[in-house]
């Protein structure tokens, strides 16, 4: 006679797959959850950009589908730093949301340019300005007050 095939190790083998696969459901939800408009607007810094985003034509769209990367493993890292920064700017108790690091704004520039490439072929002027906001400041966030007085497209 053999060994038993239903033993203790079939029992721990199907056990963590099961508990992966429950650990991968909760990730991936935390992540959607995250990246949307009342997650974000939960922290005081960030109430202002929610209102206006919600009035703007990009309404539809989640906070991180514009100020995230969007292959995984790079938005990963990507959220941790950049909550940190959100974190920490809420805690110190400032009224507007910090300044975006650059490379923040190269992130929200190339989710411009791939959201809209195909309104950008017909674009002769497209590196006129380094950043899409540079031109287009009223397009998500703010777009009621003097442009001088706008806090989203930094020079």
């Not at 005081?44 to 539809?60: D, L, N, R, Y």
Request: charged share 15%; glycine share 8%.
């Amino acid at each position: 006679m053999g060994t038993p095939r239903n033993g203790p190790w079939l029992k721990w083998l199907m056990g963590g797959v099961a508990a992966g696969m429950v650990l991968l459901g909760v990730m991936a939800y935390a992540m959607i959850t995250t990246d949307q408009r009342p997650f974000c607007a939960s922290c005081h810094i960030m109430q202002e950009a929610a209102v206006t985003q919600k009035m703007g034509m990009h309404a539809k769209l989640s906070c991180n589908d514009c100020h995230a990367p969007h292959n995984l493993l790079v938005k990963l890292p990507f959220k941790a730093k950049e909550g940190l920064r959100d974190v920490v700017g809420n805690i110190s108790g400032h009224d507007v949301p910090h300044p975006p690091s650059l490379h923040t704004r190269d992130v929200v520039n190339a989710n411009c340019k791939a959201c809209h490439a195909q309104t950008n072929i017909n674009v002769a002027s497209m590196d006129a300005k380094p950043y899409c906001v540079d031109c287009h400041r009223g397009v998500t966030h703010m777009r009621t007050r003097p442009i001088s007085t706008r806090t989203v497209a930094y020079e």
